[in-house]
């Protein structure tokens, strides 16, 4: 609002520059304001100035407004992810992407017996035009000793076993978020998006979470994960959870 009040003061100048050199009322203007003489010579080139500066003023926004709708005529780098349940050859380079965001979060050997128990636990996130895995995301249903297990913040870690988890998924499923990764900024988006829908499709009713990186901790937060102990803060390695 500024902005235009403004403009519209700036070009009411200019209009009244223009009336001086058009009607030549300066002489007029002299006699009636005797102090504002020595200016009057001066007043069409501040008015050409600031005609200049709204033209590239104009241009400036037209640029942007430009750059806008190119950016949004582009079609969406996350049309081009999508993702469904890994198979068994496809676990290594899962794990592989798992590391370069977090070093040890998927131990391959671990995660061959969790795939052995429950083979739609992993889901790969890959690119539908070269079908490259680019990043993948876990969701664990869990058994009611798993939640137990979650509640007493000790499901993950060197004495998990595949019995705190289901072999299979069933709507409205208490479910641990695992992870979720992707390479480079976009894909970690369309990762995300690929859980929500997910989640969404299994209709699940309670997911919990162990957010380990500040990422992680941001969007937990975001999507109002709280933490399983009252006494706890939702920081990274702490137990959330969420309910529908």
Same mark, same amino acid.
């Given at each position: 609002m500024r902005r235009g009040f403004g403009i519209a003061v700036a070009t009411a100048f200019s %209009?009244?520059? &223009?009336?001086?050199? +058009?009607?030549? @009322?300066?002489?007029? @203007?002299?006699?009636?304001?005797?102090?504002?003489?020595? @200016? %009057?010579?001066? &007043?069409?080139?501040?008015? +050409?100035?600031?005609? %200049? *500066? *709204?033209? %590239?003023?104009?241009?400036?926004?037209?640029?942007?407004?430009?750059? =806008?709708? &190119?950016?949004n005529m582009r079609p969406s780098q996350l049309q081009n992810v999508s993702s469904c349940a890994c198979r068994e050859e496809d676990l290594e380079a899962v794990c592989n992407i798992a590391a370069m965001s977090i070093p040890g979060v998927l131990d391959l050997q671990k995660t061959q017996a969790l795939y052995a128990h429950n083979p739609k636990f992993i889901h790969k996130v890959?690119?539908?035009?070269?079908?490259? +895995? +680019?990043? =993948?995301?876990?969701?664990?249903?869990l058994t009611k000793k798993g939640v137990g297990k979650v509640k007493e913040r000790d499901l993950m870690g060197d004495g998990m076993q595949v019995s705190y988890f289901t072999k299979r998924f069933a709507k409205k499923a208490t479910v641990y978020i695992g992870g979720v990764a992707? @390479?480079?900024n976009y894909v970690k988006a369309g990762a995300y998006e690929q859980l929500k829908q997910f989640l969404e499709k299994q209709n699940v009713y309670e997911a919990y979470t162990r957010p380990t990186t500040k990422d992680g901790v941001r969007l937990a937060r975001q999507n109002k994960f709280e933490p399983v102990s009252g006494q706890d803060k939702l920081v990274a390695g702490v137990y959330a959870y969420k309910r529908r």
């Amino acid at each position: 609002m500024r902005r235009g009040f403004g403009i519209a003061v700036a070009t009411a100048f200019s %209009l009244f520059a &223009v009336a001086l050199s +058009i009607w030549d @009322i300066d002489e007029d @203007i002299a006699e009636a304001f005797p102090r504002a003489e020595p @200016i %009057l010579p001066y &007043v069409p080139y501040l008015a +050409i100035a600031l005609l %200049l *500066l *709204l033209a %590239l003023f104009g241009l400036s926004r037209l640029g942007m407004a430009a750059l =806008y709708w &190119v950016s949004n005529m582009r079609p969406s780098q996350l049309q081009n992810v999508s993702s469904c349940a890994c198979r068994e050859e496809d676990l290594e380079a899962v794990c592989n992407i798992a590391a370069m965001s977090i070093p040890g979060v998927l131990d391959l050997q671990k995660t061959q017996a969790l795939y052995a128990h429950n083979p739609k636990f992993i889901h790969k996130v890959f690119d539908t035009q070269d079908h490259r +895995i +680019i990043g =993948y995301f876990c969701v664990l249903p869990l058994t009611k000793k798993g939640v137990g297990k979650v509640k007493e913040r000790d499901l993950m870690g060197d004495g998990m076993q595949v019995s705190y988890f289901t072999k299979r998924f069933a709507k409205k499923a208490t479910v641990y978020i695992g992870g979720v990764a992707g @390479i480079g900024n976009y894909v970690k988006a369309g990762a995300y998006e690929q859980l929500k829908q997910f989640l969404e499709k299994q209709n699940v009713y309670e997911a919990y979470t162990r957010p380990t990186t500040k990422d992680g901790v941001r969007l937990a937060r975001q999507n109002k994960f709280e933490p399983v102990s009252g006494q706890d803060k939702l920081v990274a390695g702490v137990y959330a959870y969420k309910r529908r």
